[in-house]
Every structure is written in C-alpha cells, then in structure tokens.
C-alpha cells in the first residue's frame, strides 16, 4: 500500500470515528433525554380476572426543568393509559422554582385519578417547603406520604399502599404502618432502592408480619449511561441496583429508569420510562 493510500484510509478511519463520535453525543444530550416508554408488567397474575385489575402507572425522577412539550406528552401518554392510581417515587423536581410548572404537569392528569408521591432526595437538596409541596399536589387529587400509609378501596378489595421518606430524610417502616393492619395487598414505595437493604432487624419483623408483596423504587435512572450493560456511574442510594426487577430478598421490587436527567443531561441506553403495572389483587 502506497503512503497516499495509507494516508487516506487513515483519514477515512479518523473521519469515521469522528462522526460516530458526534452522532453518539447529538444521541445522548437530544435524542434519548427526550423519548420515553411505556414498559409493561403483569403483577400476582395466578388471581387473573378482569374484576380484580388494578392498574398503577409509576412516574419516578420526572426531574422536571421546566413545563413544555415533553411534558405535555408524558402527561397525554399517563391519561391514555387509564390508570386506576399514578404513583410519583421521589424527584419531580430538583429546583424550588420548577414547582409551578410541576403544577402545570399536574393538572393535566386526570383530575379523578387518585395519586400518591413521596420525597426524593432533589426535593430536599433544593430546600423545597414540605407543606408547599404537600399543597400543590392535593389540589390535583394527589397524596404526599412520608412515612405514611394510606388505604386505596377498590372495588371489595384494599390496597394499603405505604410510602417511606427518602435517605436523605429519615426513613421510618414501623411509623409508616402505625394505626394499618395487615392487608392482603400491600405496597411500598421508597425512592431509594438501597433502602431495601438497610432494614433494621424490627423492620424485617415488621415485613413477615404484613408481607407487603412489591415495593417501587426509582432514583437510580438506569445509570443513565449504560455501555453493553455495564453502568459506570450510579448516585448514592442506589446500593446494588441499577433498573428492573429484583426478587430476591424478602420483597419483591421494581427500580424505574425514571424520566429525567440530573448531574449530567444525558442519556445512552437507558430510555425513560412511564411504569405500567397490572397487578391481580388478592
């Protein structure tokens, strides 16, 4: 091979990786940050009936900057979906002056559709008020549950559905529970998915005497970089978890990839996710 021609298939490698390289950044800062999915679950399917279908959607690390199209698409796509409750697992906002726009997100949704939220740990890094909080959400028929347990009735059947405050509050399962008995269907929601194994010894007791069956997690964001399945780059909080399911232990539960971006405004093979769970009740 001639050095002209070497130096031309150098030129043409370089240019290659070049535009690989550029083609990958346009797809992780645009292209990714701003899609989602709809990823869907069938939860205690041996009790399947259509009288017994309970449908949830879980938005988790909305991560909202500001209202706009994407916004509006997300809350279009929930209200499609039909869901009998929408549950947000921690970090719709990580900015005291986005939360006017989370009302706008808010009061898109299906003003009928019961919804429940907890804290994430962006709620409490950007100083935003609790009670503040606590109101923007219940105008748009919305509960804020920290270390509180409510009971949802559908149909003949409860759900006791208990929400734990984030790591970066304190939080508590046996205040949760406090005033509940055990239910037939019961779950969790804590926004930090190490929490599940960081349970006291009163804690598990507390688990094999309710034995709620799932629990939904999200602050993890699929790592937002995921190179061939390897994530290089979780927050704390996450412990050993990245996203999906993991059944192991004494609950079984669900990390969402989430729907927004922190740290760094990118994403690469991790697509958003809107939550859809059908679960048979007991």
Not at 122 to 150: M, P, Q
Not at 246 to 255: E, N, P, Q, R
Request: charged residues 20%; aromatic residues 12%; proline residues 4%.
């Amino acid at each position: 091979m001639t050095t002209k021609k070497k130096r031309k298939k150098s030129l043409f490698i370089l240019l290659t990786i070049t535009i690989s390289l550029c083609l990958l950044i346009l797809y992780g800062f645009i292209i990714e940050p701003n899609r989602f999915v709809v990823t869907r679950h069938q939860l205690n399917q041996q009790f399947t009936s259509k009288k017994n279908s309970f449908k949830i959607v879980q938005i988790s690390d909305l991560h909202l900057k500001q209202f706009n199209s994407r916004a509006q698409r997300i809350a279009e796509q929930v209200n499609k979906l039909n869901p009998n409750i929408v549950l947000f697992t921690g970090d719709s906002i990580d900015k005291v002056e986005q939360i006017e726009g989370f009302g706008r997100f808010l009061s898109l949704l299906n003003k009928q559709t019961a919804k429940y939220a907890i804290m994430g740990n962006w709620e409490y890094w950007a100083g935003v008020d609790l009670e503040h909080l606590t109101k923007i959400y219940a105008t748009y028929n919305c509960r804020l549950l920290v270390n509180e347990s409510t009971i949802y009735n559908y149909g003949e059947r409860t759900v006791l559905i208990t929400g734990l405050d984030d790591l970066v509050g304190k939080p508590d399962l046996i205040k949760s529970l406090q005033g509940f008995p055990p239910q037939q269907n019961h779950l969790l929601l804590a926004h930090s998915p190490a929490y599940r194994d960081l349970f006291s010894s009163d804690e598990l007791a507390k688990i094999r005497q309710y034995k709620p069956q799932y629990m939904l997690s999200g602050h993890t964001h699929g790592g937002q970089l995921s190179l061939f399945g390897f994530t290089p780059i979780r927050p704390n909080g996450s412990g050993r978890y990245v996203s999906g399911w993991y059944k192991d232990g004494a609950i079984a539960m669900y990390v969402s990839r989430g729907l927004g971006v922190s740290i760094l405004p990118v994403r690469i093979g991790v697509v958003p996710e809107i939550g859809y769970f059908e679960w048979f009740l007991n």
